[in-house]
């Protein structure tokens, strides 16, 4: 499986915005990028995912480089709910729904 | 809509006694998943299924057994449980959209072997 690289850590005020970045320099041409977040306590939740062009959804933004060898997830206005830890990961070919979890980035919003 | 519910939220066991972890959706999904989480860790997997009847191993299935006799049922077996088996177990359930995953995760079982 291409591996994801993100930071260890990021932190936002709330109700500014967020870009979280992700470098996934091996993806192959079938790979999509998701994004999920886990909330304390909680099990992973999906946010968004995108396979070349840049995706919008009610949650979140996700910004796909050219190359696709990195992408951003941009929150808009980050909020003391969106504290969580927030995981890139690349899912293509046949995956039988596995997921491969990589440490992630945990994002800490001061009020 | 429950989603995917896992039984039970907590539980400690003695080392070498044996557990069953449920796991249940209602959204009609072939894939299934069971993972475990580390402190300060990522998810890893443990076994998955692709529909009834169909089990294989993920990256930690060591000391773990899966059996899938319906769609909707996953549960996870602890056979002889270690203090290594201490962890968080998340339970999942996968919506394939040809090679888009939108995964649907349970709440958790956290298990202390002690």
């Given amino acids: 499986d291409a591996k994801t690289t993100q930071p260890n850590s990021m932190e936002s005020n709330e109700e500014e915005p967020v870009h979280l970045p992700c470098n996934h320099s091996t993806i192959s041409g079938t790979d999509y990028i998701h994004w999920y977040r886990q909330l304390p306590s909680q099990g992973p939740e999906y946010v968004i995912h995108g396979l070349t062009s840049n995706v919008n959804n009610r949650m979140a933004s996700l910004a796909i480089a050219e190359d696709r060898k990195s992408s951003t997830l941009i929150l808009h206005r980050a909020t003391l709910r969106d504290a969580a830890v927030y995981y890139c990961i690349l899912s293509g070919g046949t995956s039988y729904g596995k997921l491969t979890f990589g440490q992630g980035t945990i994002l800490t919003v001061h009020p | ?114």
């Fill in chain 2, 1 to 114: 809509n429950a989603g995917v519910t896992q039984t039970p939220k907590f539980q400690v066991l003695k080392t070498g006694q044996s557990m069953t972890l449920q796991c249940a959706q209602d959204m009609n999904h072939e894939y299934m998943s069971w993972y475990r989480q580390d402190p300060g860790m990522g998810l890893r997997l443990i076994h998955y299924s692709v529909g009834a009847g169909i089990t294989d191993q993920g990256e930690v299935p060591n000391g773990y057994n899966v059996s899938r006799s319906t769609t909707e049922d996953f549960p996870l077996r602890l056979l002889s449980a270690a203090p290594s088996q201490t962890s968080v177990y998340f339970c999942a359930s996968t919506q394939s959209h040809g090679l888009f995953v939108e995964a649907f995760f349970g709440q958790g079982t956290r298990l202390t072997v002690v």
